[in-house]
């Protein structure tokens, strides 16, 4: 996508412009991002959703009461959840959310397509909440960049600009409720359907339903701390590292004292430490495959049915397309051209540079792809892991085992 076309999703800025002025910077409203936009499920499929084993979904009320039936300010309960749940629950003041729902409805992963303005790798997953009047999930703060798109009904916001990582929550509960929330001027707005907002990290929000039918669709991205960045990168290596590379001291010089820990010692530790982690190969291989873990360890799901050669190229030269599975994360890194490391759910395989950009970007994979080297090898590898998945004919997509 040219980085100097204009887009709707940003309200007419370009990809350029909006990096440059916004991103990770400061809020953005966008009235009409997606115009005449309608949301892919409806609040009982989302509700059906939550009630199945495996799928990540929790249940905000306010004013509700503790397992006690104390009442509480705020509880937390997390899925499945069953029909009975969804029946004690008062006309007001509750927040059904489900992560990952791009993972499980097509129609959901389809939106990531208008975000491809950013990098794909930094694409976490797309939170759907449904909330009555007076829902919300209290004012709080994310340290990601997530784009908050309205799906149905209605959502006043509310900012209150950054806040401290220190910065005072509410006890005694599974949220990071701020104790402390001052709206910002003019940071006040109701977003209907299409409507949207993006927020950088760290900015303090409050979303509260305004209708029956409010619906949000939340577009978060992925940002690794420095801390499992630093244990995941020494993970990795550590895998890599041959038992022979200890602290070594041929320049060992006698002691002083025979406990003490000398400069010396010290700085040949740090030296090792040091040596080891400065490798630009070794820190490519292992942000490849941070960048495309998936969200969940129980993805993807390896087929059942391995796909034979013959079958591969007889449906791709038929017409057939295959698909990226929603929820499985590609990206490459060129080197030694014209070869590539191609990054998907985690690991790293090598194959052409072409190839690599084809399936890490947004073109159709069909029977083009036969004409790369060593494709069809490949092709049928992310089939067998359930990277790649052959489309659903006639599937029924109901969602709405039980009802919000």
Known sequence: MPANTPLTL???????QFLADYWQKRPLLIRGALPDFETPLSPDELAGL?????IEARLVEEHGRDDQGRPAPWRVTHGPFDEDTFARLPERDWSLLVQAVDHYVPAVSDLLEAFHFLPRWRLDDVMVSYAP?????????????????????????????????DAPIIDGIDLRILAHFEVQPAEDWLLEPGDMLYLPPG??????????????????????SADESITSFADYL????????????????APSHPGEIDDAALARMRALILDTLDDPAQL??????????????????????????????AELQAGEVLERTPGS????????????????????????LELAR???????????LLEFPDATRLLLQLLGRGSLSWPAHDEDDDYSEDGA
């Open 10 to 16: 940003l309200g007419g800025l370009t990809a350029a």
């Open 50 to 54: 939550a009630c199945e084993e495996g």
């Open 238 to 253: 550590g895998e890599q590292l041959p038992e022979s590379r200890r602290y070594a001291d041929p320049d060992l010089a």
């Open 284 to 313: 490519m291989q292992w942000f490849g495959r941070a960048m495309t873990q998936p969200k969940y360890p129980d993805h993807p799901v390896a087929s059942d049915y391995p796909t034979e050669v013959d079958t591969l190229v």
């Open 358 to 368: 084809w399936l890490a970007g947004d073109a159709p994979l069909d029977a083009r």
């Open 133 to 165: 009047p007076g829902g919300s999930v209290g004012p709080h703060v994310d340290q990601y960049d997530v784009f908050l798109l309205q799906g149905s009904g209605s959502r006043h916001w509310q900012l209150g600009g950054p806040v401290a990582e």
């Open 329 to 352: 994360r590609f990206a490459y890194r060129g080197h030694d051209e014209p070869r590539a490391t191609l990054f998907v759910d985690g690991d790293g395989l090598d194959c052409p």
């Open 203 to 224: 900015i303090a929000h409050h979303g509260v339903s305004r209708s029956e039918d409010c619906m949000t669709f939340s577009v978060g991205f992925r940002a690794l």
